[in-house]
Structure formats: structure tokens, C-alpha cells
């Protein structure tokens, strides 16, 4: 067999590995995104967050394909654009949960009132169903949607320490388990439950006003950790631009690139020791 035709058939051989490497790594992707956007909608749907399937799993692809492609384009390095690709997987799924966290955090604020307000209800005569049904007709979303739920439950004929066990399931949080404990309690062992609703709710009232005071005299040192984090990064991406030739070898040699690791891992591990060190835990 002549050289020229070994060329032309180790060039079509190439196209052709290319086209079906192309394939693979795109039907791969799209699974990937829609495995992705499956959990995150099912997990969301949970909190009664409702997401669409096919925006979530489109603009994941987005954001998993676009990122990599942004960072080359202002690095002009392929390793760097490597390296990014597991943060742009993870993004998605940190954008979810920060929403579910977000959700989280406004039951929290409500419950103390919520439990107020069903305190009142029961001291005025009301049944605990009754009482439920007042707290959801009079609070906000996101409490009332899950009192419904509970409310809904109670009426179905499920046992109410059942459905209490439900509304832990997807409320995993320790304010919840106090209501949810004052209300057993009193069930089974008897009591006044007015007053232990009542007290739980002075308790989580209690606990809010300490965790915003810790917020807020720990706010600098959360801000310094965001600071010291991106000073780094941005003086390098302004010395990339002003001086190209001298920061080149930082992503084009060995040496650069090691380097690189470890700035990214220092940088990392300064962020969190900052953030293990403001986080403090009431």
C-alpha cells in the first residue's frame, strides 16, 4: 500500500475517532445533566421548591460547558480549563441546595410564631387539628405549606406521630424535632401542650436573637475570609493582562503549573479555616 493513501486513511481513521469520541463525550454529558437535574428536582420537590427538569438540566449543561470554556479564553491555558470542570459540575447542585438551605432558614425564623399562634389556639379551646388549620390560614409560605401537608396527613387517617416523623423527614432540623417532642410527649404522657408549645417557642426565640448576635460580630472575619480568598486571584488575572510575558510561564511550564496547585490549595485551605473558625454552631 502507497504512503498517500496510508495518509488519507490515517486522516479519515482520525476524523473519524474524533467524531465518535465527540458523540460519546456529548451523550455522556446529556445523561450526566439529566441524571443532575433528576436529583435536584426530586430533592427540591421535596421542600416543595418545584423546579423544571428540562431548565435544570439545560442550563447545567450550560454552565458545565460554559465555564471551562470562559476560563480558557481568559487563561489561555487548557490545564486550567481542566481543572475547572469538576467546579462547573458542582455548581448546579450548590445553587439547589443553597435554595433548599434558604428555605430552611425562613422555617426556622417562622416556627417560633407559628408555634405562638397554636399555643393561643389550643389555650382558647381549639383541637390540635383545629389549631393546625388556624396556622395555616395565617402564616406565610414556607411554614403553612408544611402544616398543610401535616394537616392533610392527620385528615387522610395517618397516626399523628407518623406524620410528625414525616414532616422530620423533610424538615431535619433541631427546632422541628423540639415541636415535634413537645408534641409526642404531651400525647402520650400527658400534659399541657399550650405551655409546651409555648416554651419551645420562647426557647427557638431565644436561640434566633443569640445566632444573629454571633452573625453579626463574626460578619468581619467572614468577610476577611472572602477577601484574602479572591485578592489572589484577582491581582493574578490583572498581572496576566499588564504583563502577559512575565506571567507566562505560570501556565505554560511544569514549575507554573505546580505552583498553581499549590496556591489552589493553600487558598482553599485558608478558606475554610476561616470558615470553621466564624461558623460557630449555637
Not at 219 to 237: A, D, H, K, N, Y
Amino acid at each position: 500500500m502507497s504512503l498517500p493513501i496510508i495518509l488519507v486513511l490515517a486522516f479519515f481513521g482520525s476524523l473519524f475517532l474524533i467524531f465518535l469520541a465527540t458523540r460519546m463525550g456529548t451523550s455522556t454529558l446529556q445523561a450526566s445533566s439529566r441524571q443532575m437535574a433528576g436529583e435536584i428536582e426530586s430533592s427540591l420537590a421535596d421542600a416543595f421548591v418545584f423546579v423544571n427538569r428540562q431548565k435544570a438540566a439545560a442550563w447545567s449543561m450550560v454552565v458545565i460547558v460554559g465555564l471551562p470554556v470562559v476560563v480558557f479564553v481568559l487563561s489561555h491555558s487548557l490545564l486550567i480549563a481542566t481543572a475547572s470542570i469538576p467546579i462547573a459540575m458542582l455548581l448546579p447542585r450548590k445553587y439547589f441546595a443553597r435554595m433548599h438551605k434558604k428555605r430552611t432558614e425562613a422555617i426556622e425564623k417562622q416556627l417560633p410564631d407559628a408555634l405562638l399562634m397554636m399555643s393561643g389556639a389550643l389555650r382558647a379551646g381549639a383541637s390540635f387539628p383545629t389549631a393546625l388549620e388556624a396556622v395555616v390560614h395565617e402564616t406565610p409560605a414556607p411554614i403553612s405549606q408544611e402544616f398543610d401537608l401535616l394537616m392533610r396527613e392527620i385528615r387522610l387517617g395517618i397516626d399523628l406521630d407518623i406524620a410528625m416523623r414525616n414532616v422530620e423527614r423533610r424538615i431535619p432540623i433541631p427546632d422541628f424535632l423540639m415541636m415535634t417532642a413537645a408534641v409526642t410527649i404531651a400525647r402520650e404522657v400527658g400534659g399541657n401542650l399550650a405551655e409546651a408549645l409555648e416554651s419551645v417557642a420562647r426557647t427557638l426565640r431565644e436561640k434566633l436573637t443569640m445566632e444573629g448576635k454571633i452573625k453579626a460580630l463574626t460578619s468581619q472575619g467572614r468577610m476577611q475570609g472572602i477577601v484574602m480568598t479572591c485578592l489572589p486571584l484577582f491581582l493574578m488575572l490583572v498581572l496576566r493582562f499588564m504583563e502577559p510575558k512575565a506571567m507566562a510561564p505560570l501556565f505554560t511550564e511544569p514549575v507554573g503549573w505546580a505552583t498553581l496547585a499549590v496556591i489552589g490549595v493553600m487558598e482553599l485551605l485558608g478558606y475554610f479555616s476561616i470558615s470553621k473558625i466564624t461558623n460557630i454552631d449555637v
